[in-house]
């Protein structure tokens, strides 16, 4: 992330440029360093230099963003996150290549819906074989997810959804989409992404976080 006191280059969520995003107002929130190991984040709210449409950002860093480098112990990572209009996914355990496909998505979807809605199928085809699911169709692999539990019932039947529009949109079927049915189908895609993904991973930070002021206490009270 490059940034300046006015402005920052990443990627709009709206048009899926990476451009010069104008920094239009900012606050700053800092943790409580005893209860929360320290920590602060600056929300930005953005404005694209390419679409003129406005997000909602922030940049975080932490005791759990530290590099621990010796020759730099206090040196620590910076972490950007759009929260608004569709969230990025940088600093959790969400694979580069789930996270670029559904990049392309969201750009595909300032051009074209139809190949949005494709874009977007991909993205869940690349879900499904980062977490091994089996089959020899992408109907089967959802279905294959469901059965570990790795899709609930709810996520099965929206994964089933997407599928079925990203099969439509690819074989040339002669269909107008609706701009609302191809926005529902992003924001099913992130909410696919965090259940798979963002959630297990914030759920095992604050299991940490619980962790590490259980031990402090004991230490203390030692």
């Known amino acids: 992330m490059k940034s300046k006191e006015n402005y920052i280059i990443e990627e709009c969520r709206h048009c ?51 590099t621990w480098n010796p020759d730099d112990p206090d040196e620590y990572e910076e972490i950007y996150i759009t929260s608004f209009p569709v969230e990025t996914y940088q600093g959790t355990n969400v694979p580069d290549k789930v996270n670029n496909a559904f990049s392309s998505a969201l750009k595909a979807h300032y051009v074209d819906n139809i190949v949005c809605l494709m874009a977007l199928r991909r993205t869940l085809e690349i879900i499904c074989k980062d977490k091994g699911a089996t089959g020899n169709t992408l109907e089967k692999k959802i279905i294959d997810l469901s059965q570990k539990n790795i899709f609930p019932q709810v996520i099965n039947e929206a994964s089933d959804v997407l599928r079925i529009l990203g099969n439509e949109a690819a074989h040339g079927d002669d269909i107008n989409y609706d701009e609302r049915i191809v926005k529902e189908m992003i924001n099913f895609t992130q909410i696919i992404i965090e259940y798979v993904y963002v959630i297990p991973y914030r759920l095992g930070n604050i299991k940490k976080n619980i962790a590490k002021k259980k031990s402090l206490n004991q230490s203390v009270n030692s």
């Open 16 to 66: 899926g440029n990476k451009t010069k995003l104008d920094i239009m107002g900012k606050y700053t929130e800092y943790g409580d360093p005893e209860y929360d190991y320290g920590w602060v984040r600056d929300w930005l709210l953005l404005k694209c230099c390419a679409c003129g449409k406005v997000s909602l950002g922030s940049i975080y860093s932490g005791e759990d963003t530290r």
